[in-house]
């Protein structure tokens, strides 16, 4: 079965960190471009992180830049996203996403384009 597994979610204070994981099954991360979302109660989804398997570039929604860092570890198939300096706007269920594309496709700011598989989610929340 193919499939993402998210984990590493969890409670944290402001101004904490959590490093989020993105493991697969049935196929291998390193060869499609890769995305970290979010949604908030209330909220649309919107795009986090991405990165691209063509070349490694990887990109960030403005809310996060400087906060958090996307990264692959092929070894262990799976791509993280570090998560510092959190605050309590940063809390929603975070999902990763594939696509099969190669590339960080979007036609406006961090709504990426993902064609392939989308985890379950896991939870992440910030609050004093």
């Known amino acids: 079965q193919v499939q993402l597994v998210e984990s590493g979610g969890g409670s944290v204070q402001p101004g904490g960190s959590l490093r989020l994981s993105c493991t697969s099954s049935?196929?291998?991360?390193?060869?499609?471009?890769i995305g970290w979302f979010r949604q908030a109660p209330g909220k649309e989804r919107e795009g986090v992180s991405c990165t691209e398997s063509s070349n490694g570039n990887t990109y960030y929604a403005n809310s996060v830049k400087g906060r958090f860092t996307i990264s692959r570890d092929s070894a262990r198939n799976t791509v993280y996203l570090q998560m510092n300096s959190l605050k309590p706007e940063d809390t929603a269920v975070y999902y990763c996403?594939?696509?099969?594309?190669?590339?960080?496709?979007?036609?406006?700011?961090?709504?990426?384009?993902?064609?392939?598989?989308w985890g379950q989610g896991t939870q992440v929340t910030v609050s004093s």
């Open positions: 996403a594939s696509d099969f594309s190669g590339v960080c496709y979007t036609d406006y700011e961090a709504d990426w384009r993902m064609n392939g598989y």
């Open positions: 049935g196929f291998t991360l390193d060869d499609d471009t």
